[in-house]
């Protein structure tokens, strides 16, 4: 009874270093989305997918990409990290339609220097 | 752009006393789900509210809304010390595909 597993949990990088934080789920959910929340900021979702090879961009795409290969695995990659992408990051599934509502993982604590 | 705005940002009670946390939103929506977050911790879904609903019921959570005023409300009742955390509001539109949208939060301490 995993759920959504996320790793790292803490990762500090150097601005320009690239990295992939991952994120699985053993649910069989379809949707898949990542978040970034920032102190009074919420949550704003990143990218999403709706299914394997099915991705699309949400309010701060930027910056970071993402592929789905698999129905388990949505991996988020930041490309050239920037001070501003200094963040925690959470990944989500549900089933499709969310009417379930959404399974979050513990989060990636990310800190660009 | 935040669908969700929530209200109060920060309410301090006493144990057994009622929490009530507002939220309003911008567009139609599919439904609205609350979430309660630990400090430190990933979202836990709490309640889901239909578009077609006006009252649902969880335990110790009642949530209403209305669509004419594009708004939604959370009581908890009887609150404990556990239920310190910070609590957002998430709309999942109707158009395109699921994906939620939340508010910034509303910090609840509940003292013992």
């Known amino acids: 009874n995993a759920g959504v597993t996320q790793t790292p949990k803490f990762q500090v990088l150097k601005t320009g270093q690239s990295m992939t934080l991952q994120c699985a789920q053993d649910m069989n959910h379809e949707y898949m989305s990542w978040y970034r929340q920032d102190p009074g900021m919420g949550l704003r979702l990143i990218h999403y997918?709706?299914?394997?090879?099915?991705?699309d961009q949400g309010e701060v795409p930027n910056g970071y990409n993402v592929s789905r290969s698999t129905t388990e695995d949505f991996p988020l990659r930041l490309l050239s990290a920037a001070p501003s992408q200094t963040s925690v990051y959470f990944c989500a599934s549900s089933q499709q339609g969310g009417m379930g509502g959404y399974t979050f993982g513990s989060g990636t604590r990310l800190t660009v220097v | 752009s935040q669908q969700g705005e929530e209200d109060p940002q920060a309410l301090s009670i006493q144990e057994g006393e009622n929490a009530t946390m507002n939220c309003s939103y911008k567009?139609?929506?599919?439904?609205l789900q609350w979430y309660r977050q630990n400090s430190g911790r990933g979202l836990v879904h709490l309640i889901l509210i239909r578009s077609n609903e006006r009252e649902k019921h969880s335990g110790r959570l009642r949530v209403t809304l209305d669509t004419s005023k594009k708004s939604s409300s959370l009581l908890i009742t009887a609150s404990r010390a556990a239920d310190t955390a910070s609590y957002f509001c998430a709309t999942e539109g109707n158009s395109g595909y699921s994906t939620l949208t939340f508010g910034k939060g509303t910090m609840l301490l509940v003292s013992p």
């Open positions: 997918s709706v299914g394997a090879g099915i991705t």
């Open positions: 567009t139609s929506i599919n439904n």
